[in-house]
């Protein structure tokens, strides 16, 4: 609960807090500021703005009854055509050390039609309880039902911390479960660790357009939820001879699956080379291309060193290539061997998504673009010379 309050022994009507509410809430009577509790959003504006410190805001927080019932490690296993999907590795190795830290079990959440036996490589990267929900309806994916039976699996086994990649998926299903569980929810993190002293999730990620880093804590609600981007966390190893561990099959009944929306059609997304997010290699082009028909020498590059096609945003806003392709904190997070930046001038939205590439290439006519900054290496010049040059090079050596 929280409450905004102006002490009468302290104002001295000065008006400043009503100038400044962005809400028209504070009007004045008989020289006191007065606020409408019903126009007031509590955003801090006047309390900020007034000189003798006359207007307070407190906020009482309270746990949530059965704080200390919630344990546990909780990754949402997202599989797609019956293909656990790379993301899932990623946050079972980060839930592995989190888990740790909170010396209690990973487990993992597997929904899906036929998906039983997917539940040993779930083990094998260090799982140690699968919650497995597999029924024949479920076998392609709706929003609608899979946030159902999510939430009924946490409401009864009470997890600490629940763990989904931020994909289109995991993007679109983890808000409803979190609106429904009626506790917070962090976006799009890049960091998770666990605070020594209070023990509680804190949850880092990109805010103000990349510009800072902002680290979230749930205090007092549970289970604390976080969608972690793809590419930034270390996969979790695979351990051949671990096969096997506890299986929950929870059973779900027609009102727990029913949706109000039906698939009609699949449509895939077929792309000419490699998958973005799996590439080891990534060319992408920016700004500098200067038109969407001279990608033709980025895919070329990309399909002779067998990597991916990547963007900036500039080049999507332009219309120039599908945004399927875009890298940056408003498309993709890349985690490449090798990142060829082509054309792109450096800008943090972008560097946000593949700056944690191993090895940074930037081929740019401007030598004082902010992507030298970060590139291991850097090419001052002409692309349109550079890079078909360095393919007829490539070509060359991959044929010895």
């Not at 805001?57 to 059965?66: A, H, L, P, S, T």
Request: net charge neutral; charged share 25%.
């Amino acid at each position: 609960m929280s409450a905004i309050q102006v002490l009468e022994d302290k104002c001295i009507g000065c008006k400043i807090c009503v100038k400044t509410c962005p809400y028209n809430a504070i009007t004045m009577q008989e020289k006191l500021a007065v606020i409408d509790i019903t126009k007031c959003t509590l955003c801090g504006s006047c309390v900020d703005a007034c000189p003798v410190d006359a207007i307070v805001i407190q906020v009482e927080r309270k746990r949530i009854e059965g704080f200390d019932d919630y344990q546990g490690v909780w990754v949402f296993a997202e599989q797609r055509d019956g293909v656990i999907q790379p993301v899932v590795y990623e946050l079972l190795g980060v839930g592995q050390r989190l888990a740790k830290t909170r010396n209690t079990e990973l487990c993992a959440v597997l929904i899906g039609s036929g998906v039983s036996e997917k539940t040993k490589a779930l083990f094998q990267r260090g799982a140690d309880k699968v919650y497995l929900v597999d029924h024949p309806k479920l076998g392609q994916y709706v929003d609608e039902a899979y946030a159902r039976v999510i939430t009924k699996i946490v409401k009864q086994y009470k997890p600490e911390i629940v763990l989904a990649g931020a994909t289109a998926l995991g993007r679109a299903m983890i808000p409803r479960v979190a609106v429904e569980l009626k506790t917070g929810l962090t976006a799009d993190c890049t960091g998770l660790e666990i605070d020594p002293e209070s023990g509680h999730l804190l949850q880092t990620r990109p805010a103000f357009g990349g510009n800072i880093m902002a680290t979230i804590r749930c205090e007092n609600f549970r289970p604390q939820m976080a969608t972690v981007r793809h590419k930034v966390m270390t996969e979790a190893s695979v351990n051949p001879e671990r096969t096997e561990g506890e299986i929950i099959k929870i059973e779900v009944k027609d009102p727990d699956i029913a949706s109000r929306t039906s698939i009609l059609e699949v449509i895939k997304d077929v792309e000419e080379t490699v998958k973005l997010t799996e590439a080891d290699i990534i060319v992408s082009g920016g700004r500098g291309m200067v038109g969407p028909e001279n990608f033709k020498i980025i895919t070329e590059m990309a399909k002779v060193l067998g990597g991916a096609v990547g963007a900036s945003r500039a080049a999507v806003d332009a219309g120039w290539i599908e945004y399927s392709h875009q890298v940056g904190q408003t498309g993709k997070t890349v985690k490449p061997k090798i990142y060829i930046a082509c054309g792109i001038s450096g800008a943090i939205q972008h560097l946000v998504g593949m700056s944690s590439a191993d090895v940074i290439i930037a081929i740019n006519k401007n030598p004082d673009a902010p992507i030298f900054q970060v590139a291991d290496y850097g090419l001052v010049g002409d692309l349109f010379q550079i890079i078909p040059s360095l393919t007829e090079h490539f070509k060359e050596i991959l044929k010895k």
